[in-house]
Nanobody, 126 residues
């Protein structure tokens, strides 16, 4: 399976921006569709955004549409999540995930993802 490491989390005031990165290793990155999920304290893990293997198809949760942008650079084995106009409700641990090898389309279901990173904390203050 592919190994994933997130970075770029931190503390930001409401209205600010952050860019998360997810570095992949161990397998051919372009074989995997990817996604971002988040989990706030006391809540279930929820879908944020997903990108197909090529980057040509993306999907977003309604709560982040127009504010977040997912992208990937297969040459660098890296996926990104650009987060703008952050609000306190975006506070959570953010996880990147890879779908099972060969499944190249987007998905919003955690069960469709086989590999997960350790997470990076994003805190948005009001």
């Amino acid at each position: 399976q592919v190994q994933l490491v997130e970075s770029g989390g931190g503390w930001v005031q409401a209205g600010g921006s952050l860019r998360l990165s997810c570095d992949a290793s161990g397998r051919t990155f372009s074989n995997y569709a990817m996604g971002w999920f988040r989990q706030a304290p006391g809540k279930e893990r929820e879908f944020v955004a997903a990108v197909s293997w090529s980057g040509g198809s993306t999907d977003y949760a309604d709560s982040v549409k127009g504010r977040f942008t997912i992208s990937r650079d297969n040459a660098k084995n890296t996926m990104y999540l650009e987060m703008n106009s952050l609000i306190p409700e975006d506070t959570a641990v953010y996880y990147c995930a890879a779908r099972r090898q060969g499944w190249r389309g987007t998905s919003s279901r955690p069960a469709d993802f086989a590999s997960w990173g350790q997470g990076t904390q994003v805190t948005v203050s009001s």
